[in-house]
């Protein structure tokens, strides 16, 4: 199993940004993404989770942040609009493969099974 995360860059604040996460190597769409990021000198937080119809956001960026999935294209996107300076991070895809998570678990690295490399997001004028 890979994920594939890109679409990071620079962008302003207020600006939009949109990511996607590209997954290959599993046998079926039975499988939930969450989104993660660590910004320098901090731990690497949980962002955004979609399981089925469950979708869970970080408090930070509720309202702002909206993410989707196309499992045709085996896809998630995360669209980050209003963006901040805190923003500023690399963003990292994880999956599990099963049932969508509870609020409780989502947020939680050792839920997860794979991950992606990593793409950089810098919120900068």
């Known amino acids: 199993v890979q994920l594939q995360a890109c679409g990071g860059g620079l962008v302003q604040p207020g600006g939009s940004l949109g990511l996607s996460c590209t997954a290959s190597g599993f046998t079926s769409n039975y499988y939930t993404i969450g989104w993660f990021r660590q910004a320098p000198g901090k731990e690497r937080e949980g962002v955004s989770y979609i399981g089925g119809s469950t979708k869970f956001y970080a408090g930070s960026v509720k309202g702002r942040f909206i993410i989707s999935r196309d499992n045709a294209k085996s896809t998630v996107y995360l669209q980050m609009n209003s963006v901040k300076p805190d923003d500023t991070a690399v963003y990292y895809c994880?999956?599990?493969?099963?049932?969508?998570?509870?609020?409780?678990?989502?947020?939680?690295?050792?839920?997860?099974?794979?991950w992606g490399q990593g793409t950089e997001v810098t919120v900068s004028s």
């Open positions: 994880a999956a599990r493969r099963g049932n969508r998570m509870i609020a409780s678990m989502w947020q939680q690295e050792e839920h997860y099974e794979y």
